[in-house]
């Protein structure tokens, strides 16, 4: 589905390369979360994703990504954004209407979806992210979470096979945060959309991701299963990534050989750990 190959980007007038020798391969129906430290390369990583690089950003660039089966290079972002849907860090600057539905039938209008479909396709968008009921609401008096949910529904109604996330929640309080990535589940879940998040908070990514990629000085140094990654958590730690505490717990348990079983990710897999320790 997304295919990056020996993937290196620096930016014209960069110091150093953003991005370095990146392989990685998204199947379709992934949920992958992207963390790392500030200027890790995240971001950069996604525009290689969306086509912003190399077609906006222009720089250095070797590699390849392909998304199914085509390159990039040879594809505007504008051609993409049927594919890739990409919601922004700054979502805010994004957003061109007052009302929400307007905001909707901008993205739809702009793709030349025709006349007939677009009523179904804006409905079926505000469905997905449950806000049928602010369609008519300006977006000005919305909360920080239901802005959120309109950017997304935004992209949702192009149909889009991959929803790309820089920081989605950045903005929002603990409750709003959670709200946005039982979300990205549903749409992962129900709908077959692949998701590929960047996110700070380590927690939401383990609970809801499926695959973690961390970064750090432009390369990708763990990737894989959630539950696989969060055993390097030293390196983690390294690339300036802060575990969830139940695994560095964990990691002091097995030091002391007090616990052999797997990383709980969770809080109810936590206490199956702490239940299991017999002192
Ligand atoms: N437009 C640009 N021109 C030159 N260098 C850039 C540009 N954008 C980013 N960089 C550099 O590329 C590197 C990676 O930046 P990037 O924004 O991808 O990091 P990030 O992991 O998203 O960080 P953050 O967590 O702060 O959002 C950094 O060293 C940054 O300074
Ligand atoms: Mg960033």
């Known amino acids: 589905m997304i295919r990056i190959s ?8 960069g110091r150093e390369e953003a991005l370095k020798n990146i392989d990685i391969t ?4 992934d949920f992958l979360g992207v963390i790392g430290s500030s200027g890790a390369g995240k971001t950069t990583l996604l525009h290689a994703i969306n ?26 972002p504008e051609q993409l954004a049927g594919t890739v849907g ?12 007052s009302v929400v539905e307007d905001e909707i039938l901008f993205g ?18 505000l469905d997905k ?3 049928r009921n602010l369609r008519e609401r300006n977006i000005a008096t919305l909360s920080g979470g239901q802005k959120q949910k309109v950017a997304i529904s935004a992209i949702i109604a192009l149909m889009p096979d991959v929803l790309v996330l820089d920081e989605p929640t950045g903005e929002l309080d603990p409750q709003s945060s959670r709200q946005i990535f039982r ?15 960047v996110e700070q908070k380590i927690m939401l990514l383990c609970e809801f991701a499926r695959s973690l990629a961390v970064m750090d000085g432009g390369k990708i140094i763990l990737e894989g299963p959630v539950a696989d990654v969060l055993k390097s958590s030293r390196q983690m730690e390294s690339a300036g990534v802060n575990c969830p505490r139940v695994v560095t717990l964990a990691d002091r348990l097995k ?10 990710v969770n809080i109810p897999e936590a206490e199956k750990m702490v239940r299991s320790i017999t002192l």
Do not use: C, W
Not at 26 to 29: L, T
Not at 86 to 97: A, C, I, K, L, T
């Open 51 to 76: 086509g912003i690089i190399p077609h906006h950003f222009h720089g250095d660039y070797y590699g390849s990504v392909k998304v199914n089966g085509s390159d990039t290079v040879d594809n505007k």
């Open 6 to 13: 020996g993937l290196s980007f620096k930016y014209e007038g």
């Open 183 to 197: 979300l990205l589940r549903e749409l992962n879940e129900k709908h077959g959309i692949t998701i590929i998040v």
């Open 129 to 131: 992210t449950g806000i």
């Open 255 to 264: 030091d002391e050989n007090l616990y052999m079983g797997p990383v709980p």
């Open 108 to 125: 739809l209008e702009n793709f030349s979806v025709p006349r007939d479909e677009i009523e179904k396709r804006l409905t079926d968008a």
């Open 86 to 97: 990409s919601v922004r860090q700054d979502f805010e600057s994004q957003m061109v209407s």
């Open 26 to 29: 998204v199947r379709r129906g």
